[in-house]
């Protein structure tokens, strides 16, 4: 049996109502879970991109790229593992402002991506932005102060390897 593995997908498409719904039924149809999901403008203009993260076989992601491929404001689709792109996250961390002179906490900024954005008498909010693991570590080491929220982003991804997106479109026109 093949090995899951995590896979990074980018799928370009025209801007539609509905796009979303067409694409997740997709993954939906294969029991596939998203770990994570972003949309976003693209380098190209009217064009979007919609990036996913699911950890599933590769021959299965081939499959489902060919599938996302087949809808009609889908432009191109592409999968990439975790070594072939540049990634990131971002979380904001809500905190009791008892808490925002705690040497503690300012120690965990000094070593981290992280910064505090917005302080009021009650809460004070840090920012923090790397890999997965780098906001999961984050969290565990705010936890103990307790967290009034936390929330986090879906992966952003760029390609190691060129790969000119519109340069790609030309040759399919």
Known sequence: MEENKNFTVSVYTENNIGILNRISAIFLKRHINIESMTVSKSEIEHVHRFTFVVEVPETLIRKV?????KQIEVIRAFYHTEDEIIYHETALFK??????????IQDKLKFRRAHIIAITERYFVIEASGLKEDINRMYEKLK????????RSGRIAITRPKM?????????N
């Open 95 to 104: 905190i009791a402002s008892t808490h925002l002179y705690d040497e503690k």
């Open 144 to 151: 103990p102060f307790g967290l009034l929220q936390f929330v």
């Open 164 to 172: 000119a997106i519109t340069e790609l479109l030309e040759e399919i």
């Open 65 to 69: 790229v060919g599938q996302l491929e």
